[in-house]
C-alpha cells in the first residue's frame, strides 16, 4: 500500500510540476480535448461519397468499373441458373 500512495504522491507531483506553465496547460488541454473527440467518433465512420447518383460519363476508369461489377453479377446469376 505504502508503494502505491508512494507512486500516487509522485504523479500528482509531476502533473503539478508540468501544468505550472500556461504553455503546457494549453498543451495538456489540447491533448484531452483531441482524446475527447476521438474517443467520441470511434464508432463513427466517416466516408465521402462524391459522385453518388451523379457520375460522370466521361470518366472511363469509373465507368470501366461499374461494367465490370455488372459483369461479376451477371456471370454469377448465370452460374446459379445453369
Known amino acids: 500500500m505504502r508503494l502505491s500512495s508512494t507512486l500516487m504522491l ?15 496547460r494549453v498543451k495538456i488541454q489540447n491533448m484531452m480535448e483531441s482524446a475527447k473527440q476521438k474517443w ?11 459522385k453518388a447518383g451523379n457520375p460522370d460519363p466521361a470518366d472511363v ?19 446459379i441458373k445453369q
Open 10 to 24: 509522485g504523479a500528482a507531483a509531476g502533473a503539478g510540476l508540468l501544468m505550472r506553465k500556461k504553455e503546457n
Open 61 to 79: 476508369e469509373d465507368n470501366k468499373m461499374v461494367s465490370e461489377g455488372a459483369q461479376t453479377s451477371v456471370q454469377y446469376y448465370n452460374s
Open 40 to 50: 467520441e467518433n470511434r464508432n463513427k465512420k466517416d466516408f465521402t461519397v462524391e
